[in-house]
């Protein structure tokens, strides 16, 4: 399951695999256009050290016999202790660090962790080298979802010519997302708001606690794949339905009288398996029993595999099978059948007399008649491995990148709890 750099040298992309080294170099030799969707989650600046396997070379002379300078010091962070990414922790750690990294004195390259860059904008800079070759690597109709949080500055920092003061959020993830829609061209579709209900408290007395952390929803053409998710319809919506729509009071007083069509669940406009999803997702984290931060909680990958990588995809000519969803049947029970929308089948099924079964689905065929392959996921900090494990379990394939060999072995512990046999991938 594990490969190497070497390995993608010589055998070109292999899928459910996890290619263990830096991200950016890894993608440099991965085939233009071969991935369908990519669902990843970055290191925070400067927020956690993953240890140090994660160090390594960024920029300079490849060819140079680097001389590193004198550590850079940085709070936060002592030699060999990992950091849990509490804000606490930071006041309780205030000198010695030097795992922020060294200069090389001949070239100028820098050896740190991806997240514990001397600066914002030398952080911000490597995220979208990377994200560069993520668009090259990502098909055209393809789909990036990408999980960003982010961080208070504990001393004031340069940015441009500005400046970030001290006990501000760095704005790291819009920061970077800016540039990404700016200079890259993609589109930017969506911000998902992950809300955590069990999110961990925070000792601050003076501000909020953050219980959320964004999603960004990006593409990279206008036209993309994408299957719509839906959701229960809204309490009130029934209420609507079953007391009338077309002026009539509701028991609390409103009236309905004017809404637009979009709005009168009498219209083909209702779906017929609920209403598209909203951008607000309620999740509670993740949880291991093992040494990682911050894994993916299953229920949040899920969604946005489905969203957008396709199940099958066509081997010759690379089109996605789309989904096409089609009303279900209408179920009478006592003859008392009033109105052909799902609201009113949801009221009837209530007052037991009729309900319209929900959903029916078909496919879209390319005519090629040459099979399909499973979609292709890739998540360029694989961590311990929950997109990988979701995007199997979906039936999709799944190529992972991840620097620490630590976490490596803790998703290869997870496929094998899951039942998938590692070396049958």
């Known amino acids: ?16 695999v996890i290619y263990q080294g830096n991200t950016l170099e890894i993608l440099k030799f991965f085939p233009d256009e071969s991935i369908d969707c990519i669902i990843t989650s970055p290191p925070y600046y400067p927020l956690r050290f993953y240890g140090e396997a994660a160090k390594t070379i960024w920029g300079g002379d490849i060819n140079c016999n680097h001389e590193w300078d004198e550590p850079i010091k940085r709070k936060g962070h002592k030699k060999g ?10 006041k309780e750690k205030e000198g010695i660090i030097d795992e922020a990294g060294q200069f090389c ?7 740190g962790q991806l997240g514990l860059e001397p600066s914002l904008e030398m952080y911000i800079e490597h995220l979208f080298e990377i994200i560069v070759e993520l668009r090259r690597v990502l098909k055209k109709n393809g789909t990036l979802w990408w999980n960003h949080g982010d961080s208070y500055t504990q001393t004031a920092e340069k940015i441009g010519n500005g400046k970030i003061l001290s006990r501000s959020l760095t704005m ?22 992950w809300r955590k209900p069990n999110a961990m408290p925070q000792s601050v007395k003076n501000r909020f606690t953050v219980d959320y952390e964004p999603i960004f929803f990006l593409t990279k053409s206008e036209n993309y794949y994408f299957e719509q998710l839906f959701e229960p319809l809204a309490e009130q919506t029934l209420k609507r339905v079953q007391y009338g729509w077309n002026g009539t009071k509701l028991p609390h007083g409103n009236s309905y009288a004017g809404m637009g069509s979009t709005e009168r669940m009498g219209t083909r406009s209702a779906p017929p398996q609920g209403r598209n999803k909203r951008c607000v997702w309620d999740i509670s984290t993740g949880s291991l029993h093992e040494n990682h931060f911050a894994p993916f909680p299953e229920e949040l990958v899920e969604n946005l595999i489905i969203a957008g990588c396709p199940k099958e995809v066509c081997v010759k000519c690379g089109q996605p099978r789309l989904k096409i969803v089609k009303r279900g049947e209408f179920i009478q029970t006592d003859g008392k059948r ?3 929308t799902l609201a009113a089948s949801q009221v009837q099924k209530i007052n037991e007399t009729g309900f319209r079964i929900p959903v029916v689905f078909e496919y879209t065929d390319c005519g090629c008649n040459a099979g399909f392959n499973p979609g292709i996921v890739l998540d360029p900090f694989m961590g311990s491995g929950t997109t990988a494990v979701v995007a199997k379990k979906l039936g999709r394939n799944f190529v992972g990148i991840e620097i620490n060999p630590d976490y490596i072995k803790i998703a290869e512990k997870r496929f094998l709890k899951v039942g998938f046999s590692l070396f049958d991938l």
Do not use: S
Request: glycine share 6%.
């Open 172 to 193: 790291q993830n819009y920061r970077l997302i800016q540039r990404v829609v700016d200079e890259l061209g993609f589109r930017l579709r969506n911000i998902i708001i």
């Open 105 to 111: 004195v001949k070239c100028g390259a820098w050896f």
């Open 338 to 340: 009033t109105k052909d």
């Open 1 to 16: 399951m594990k490969r190497t750099i070497d390995d993608l040298k010589q055998k070109g992309l292999e899928i459910n």
């Open 81 to 90: 202790e990992t950091n849990p990414g509490k804000e606490a922790w930071y």
